[in-house]
Nanobody
Framework: VQLQAFGGGSVQAGGSLRLSCGAS????????MGWFRQAPGKEREFVAT????????LYATSVEGRFTISRDNAKNTVYLQMNSLKPEDTAAYYC?????????????????WGQGTQVTVSS
């Protein structure tokens, strides 16, 4: 599964961005999908995850209420809408696919990774 993430950029604090993650040759509807992020010098951390049909979601405490994960299986794409961005949200954001029934929040539970897309939030 080759995932492609895009949509990152530079914004001021309080701004919004929407990240997208897709795959050209795989059906993502089979997978639990998630977004993770990694800031310089820090470990990759969980951000949000969504079930195969989109009925279940889970968020990291640090982003709950500001970020929304969603998916459009017809478009084979997963999204992360990020609002009220803060400087501490600055990181490379990665999408991941997990072969699972349960939602996954650990990096070792992700089977496939996309390349990162950089999000930079200035104060």
């Amino acid at each position: 599964v080759q995932l492609q993430a895009f949509g990152g950029g530079s914004v001021q604090a309080g701004g919004s961005l929407r990240l997208s993650c897709g795959a050209s040759r795989s059906d993502l509807s089979w997978y639990v999908m998630g977004w993770f992020r990694q800031a310089p010098g820090k470990e990759r951390e969980f951000v949000a995850t969504i079930s195969q049909n989109g009925s279940r979601t889970l968020y990291a405490t640090s982003v709950e209420g500001r970020f929304t994960i969603s998916r459009d299986n017809a478009k084979n794409t997963v999204y992360l809408q990020m609002n009220s961005l803060k400087p501490e949200d600055t990181a490379a954001y990665y999408c991941g696919a997990s072969v699972s029934v349960a939602l996954r929040t650990k990096t070792y539970e992700v089977n496939y990774w996309g390349q990162g897309t950089q999000v930079t939030v200035s104060s």
